[in-house]
């Protein structure tokens, strides 16, 4: 066995881990942060567009 393939196996495996609500909340906290600060938000739309953007990285993470 190699040194490179060792160092890889005492790694926690972080992909393993289950991916909380608390941080799909702040991932989408952070993209429609961005859509803010760009124009592509605006506050008659908010509600809408943060389910939407939470519903996906929701469906991305978890699948």
């Known amino acids: 066995m190699?040194?490179?393939k060792k160092?890889?196996?005492s790694e926690?495996?972080?992909y393993s881990k289950p991916v909380t609500?608390?941080?799909i909340l702040k991932v989408?906290?952070?993209i429609v942060v961005k859509f803010i600060e760009t124009g592509r938000l605006a506050p008659s739309n908010f509600d809408e567009t943060f389910q939407n953007i939470f519903n996906t990285?929701?469906?991305t993470?978890?699948?």
């Open 2 to 4: 190699t040194s490179s």
């Open 7 to 9: 160092s890889a196996d």
């Open 12 to 14: 926690p495996d972080v």
């Open 21 to 23: 609500d608390d941080a």
């Open 28 to 30: 989408t906290k952070e």
């Open 57 to 59: 990285v929701k469906k």
């Open 61 to 63: 993470v978890r699948s």
